[in-house]
């Protein structure tokens, strides 16, 4: 299985807003990159994910997911990133 990255749009913040899409997106990932951490509904998107970064602002349009990549692929082939957007 090759890397997949998703970029997942939380709007106004409601998790039941979510489409079916970005949900399965988040039951699939390995890792969840939340851009705004001062929403914390987010946070309880999934419990037992392996890996959570928060508050990726101001890293610029790629650094928060190369970061992410580069510290979990040293320990696993394939990678599967959600970065929720609010």
């Known amino acids: 299985m090759s890397a ?14 979510l489409t079916l899409k970005a949900v399965r997106a988040l039951q699939q990932a390995s890792v969840v990159m939340i851009e705004n951490a001062s929403m914390p509904q987010q946070r309880e998107c999934r419990s037992d994910v392996r890996g ?35």
């Open 52 to 86: 959570m970064v928060e508050d990726a602002r101001g890293f610029g349009l790629r650094s928060p997911a190369i970061l992410v990549i580069g510290e979990v692929v040293g320990e696993q082939q394939a990678l599967e990133l959600v970065s929720i957007a609010g």
């Open 4 to 17: 997949k990255v998703w970029l997942v749009g939380a709007g106004p913040g409601d998790p039941e807003l």
